[in-house]
């Protein structure tokens, strides 16, 4: 079976509109990949289905994480099968300490019965909010609740450098970062570039790919790839526009 | 963090104590109220002429009050007086070595973790079964100080000089239908007495069982805490799941003189078939501090609005109050914090969440008259729905005459998004886990206000009634 998080013919609808349709892309073990898209052309779609976002119907195709169906899975099935998602607007949880809803993800990882060792936890969790340039006080604050818009993306870093996926998708990561934010968060992200990981990035912008340096560039118009390239497709992306690849044919 | 066997010591949950005996009653006084079923209980407790009067004339109170239905919940008419029985016994006096405890009752008591709870952190326990305490011990240092911890029985018998002066004084035998009940068939409970200045550094606990169906619990309890003393006091209460209407019943008195601390502690965790009615009253003298600290899971219906009278000046009144309305239960509770003399403060915070079709409301009274100076109060009451047929109702009444106090009242209701529940669930957590964390987190502030060890067990209740709500 092949390592991959693998997309096929996805078609995904809300409300009975359809956002995606027949959206196709691999990602390898070990790669970095980029979607690039105008507004409305489906990014946060298709990370949302992904996760199994029940306002979603998939009605065609499928999504394979390596060889399990993803689809067949619950939300929480999804996450523990090795699948994070880093949010665009993460959601505060009132009351619920970072560092117990943390601890609290990585028990549900745990067969029953067994409990995590919670020295352990708390010295690896502080090594990785070192790297993230986080103080400590935010293991005692509740989830998200009143952090900057900086502050909650890098905790979704946080919860993904503890969590360990096997695939990720960073959905807009970078919108209200700036730049040092955005370096950190990077940075963060590279160090656990393994090629044991595939990484999906939804961006808007090719800035965030100066630091996080993809190895293949998707455009994704009305809910297909419509273009596929190196890196240096961003940079024309930034620099042209997407009018030229939205009018050009579509491969058949 | 306790360690895992401290967890394991204090854990109760309704399935562990969803399990009852065979019953053998030695006194039973069969179904049904009457003088004659008073007159039985007072005549197998050998009661003084004056205590019979006394059940006889509040029998007599509570055939003649109505159902408070015109305000409460119509459900109360569904309870059949004449189907229940009003008291169950073994006949033995309770004992103080876990060994002489009759067998059946011992294994309950061990199934439920208290005599491990007694070695850990308790300075004296006693445990009600049915109708009469099984079980009760205080630690040697507690009685050579003076500190008295009896049943009801024991204590009208054995030290009318201390009790009877305050028994019925805080809760009239009429303030309510079921206080008049209770005043007529009450069994049981714990009298306490601490004398001036003894801080008793670890708490008294008291853990009430009902085991068997059609029943009625009417404990009692008084405690009286003289000048400058300190007692905190903890009960625990649960039923097995039986398939009709079990009904408890309580009257709790708190004397607190003046300077001294009382902190009354509930986790009642009843199976839904309980109707749970109960009337809780403190009284605080000068520069008294009275605290109640409420945690209502389960039952069928609760109305419990446990209140302060603050007596003298500067004396204190709390009242911290967590009720979980899981699927066709009602959590009816409050609090009441009468201010009856200057500078006195009282303060009330409660939260509560309804689950499915679960219901719960809040009913505060705050009384500050005119002629009062410097009186404060705080009421803050914060609900938290989780699904769309859950229902909360807040009925705030707060009475304050004159412009000398500082009052200031906060309520909100808040539901767990669906957004919220799926980023906990792309974690990892199942859609249990995840409410229960919500849970949790909404009732976090609150929970810190308990003990350790009750503040652990409170969260792995919350857990359980979390696990089973969802799917």
């Known amino acids: 079976m092949s390592q991959s998080l693998r997309i ?71 996450s523990r099968a090795g699948f994070f998602l880093a949010f665009q607007y993460p959601h505060e949880i009132p009351g619920v300490s970072n560092a117990n809803f943390i601890r609290a993800a990585r028990q549900a990882r745990l067969p029953k019965g067994e409990e995590i060792d919670a020295i352990a936890f708390y010295r690896e969790m502080y090594a990785k909010m070192d790297e993230l340039g986080m103080d400590r006080k935010f293991t005692a604050r509740s989830v998200n609740e009143g952090f900057s818009g900086g502050e909650k993306k890098r905790n979704e870093i946080l919860q993904m450098m503890m969590l360990e996926p096997k695939y990720a ?44 340096v993809p190895d293949v560039v998707h455009v994704l118009h009305d809910g297909r790839i419509i273009h596929t390239g190196g890196k240096e497709l961003a940079y024309e992306l930034e620099e042209k526009g997407y009018d030229w690849i939205i009018n050009e044919p579509v491969a058949a | 963090m306790p360690d895992s066997a401290t967890l394991e010591a204090v854990t109760i949950d309704q399935d562990e104590g969803n399990f009852s005996y065979p019953e053998d009653y030695a006194h039973d006084a069969g179904y049904g109220l009457d003088e004659g079923t008073v007159d039985y209980i007072s005549n197998i407790k050998g009661e003084a002429e004056w205590i019979r009067e006394f059940r006889q004339k509040a029998l007599k109170v509570f055939f003649a009050k109505p159902m408070p239905t015109h305000w409460a919940s119509k459900d109360l008419e569904n309870i059949i007086f004449k189907d229940i029985r009003y008291y169950l016994s073994k ?48 630690k040697e240092e507690l009685t050579k100080e003076g500190v008295i911890f009896v049943n009801s ?88 799941k039986f398939e009709t209407a079990t009904l408890h019943s309580a009257v709790v008195e708190l004397v607190a003189m003046k300077d001294a601390k009382i902190q009354y502690i509930t986790v009642q965790n009843w199976s839904n078939n309980v109707f749970n009615l109960v009337t809780k009253r403190g009284l605080a003298h000068e520069n008294a501090e009275i605290r109640w600290i409420d945690c209502n899971i389960g039952s069928r219906l609760t109305m419990k609005y446990p209140g302060v009278i603050m007596k003298g000046r500067k004396a204190r009144g709390e009242v911290i109050s967590i009720a979980l309305a899981n699927d066709g239960q009602h959590q009816d509770t ?36 005119k002629h009062l100076k410097g009186c404060k109060n705080n009421t803050e009451c ?90």
């Open chain 1, 169 to 212: 998708i960073l959905d807009e990561t970078d919108s209200g970062l700036d730049i040092d934010a955005l370096k950190i968060v990077a940075q963060g992200v590279n160090a656990m570039r393994s090629p044991e990981r595939g990484f999906l990035v939804i961006t808007h912008y090719q800035r965030l790919l100066d630091y996080i």
């Open chain 2, 382 to 471: 914060d609900a938290l729905l989780i699904n769309s047929s859950s229902r909360t109702d807040t009925y705030p009444a707060i009475t304050v005459r004159g412009n000398q106090h500082a009052t200031q009242h906060e309520a909100s209701v808040s539901q767990v998004s669906e957004d919220q529940i799926f980023y906990m669930k792309q974690r990892g957590l199942s859609e249990g886990e995840a409410m229960s964390l919500s849970v949790n987190g909404f009732v976090n502030d609150l929970v810190r206000e308990f003990p350790m060890e009750y503040s652990v067990e409170l969260k792995r209740l919350i857990d359980m009634e979390m696990e089973g709500s969802v799917g």
């Open chain 2, 91 to 138: 006949g033995q006096a309770p004992t103080r070595s876990w060994d002489e405890v009759p067998d059946d009752v011992k294994k309950t008591f061990e199934r439920l973790g208290i005599p491990e709870k007694e070695r850990k952190y308790l300075a004296g326990v006693e445990a009600q079964f049915d109708s009469e305490a099984a079980y009760s011990n205080v």
């Open chain 1, 8 to 78: 096929e013919n996805l078609h995904a609808s809300v409300d009975g509109h359809e956002i995606l349709k027949g959206l196709t892309l691999e990602v390898p073990k070990g790669q970095v990949h980029a979607i690039m898209g105008p507004n409305g052309s489906g990014k946060s779609t298709l990370s949302k289905v992904i996760a199994g976002h029940e306002d979603y119907t998939v009605t065609q195709g499928s999504v394979f994480l390596d060889d399990i169906n993803l689809l067949d899975l619950e939300i929480d099935e999804r």
């Open chain 2, 153 to 240: 029985t024991e204590g009208l018998r054995e030290h009318p000089e201390i009790f009877r002066k305050w028994f019925g004084k805080v809760i009239p035998t009429g303030d309510n239908k079921f206080s008049a009940l209770n005043s007529a068939v009450f069994s049981g409970g714990s009298f306490i007495y601490v004398p001036p200045g003894v801080k008793v550094k670890h708490p008294l606990q008291a853990y009430f069982r009902i085991n068997a169906e059609n029943f009625g619990q009417f404990e009692r309890t008084l405690i009286i805490v003289d000048e400058g003393a300190e007692v905190t006091y903890m009960e625990g209460c649960t039923a097995p």
């Open chain 2, 334 to 369: 409050g609090a009441k914090m009468i201010h009856a003399a200057d500078e006195t403060t009282s303060n009330i915070v409660a939260k509560s969440i309804s689950v499915g079709t679960g219901r719960s409301t809040y009913r505060g009274q705050v009384h500050i008259p």
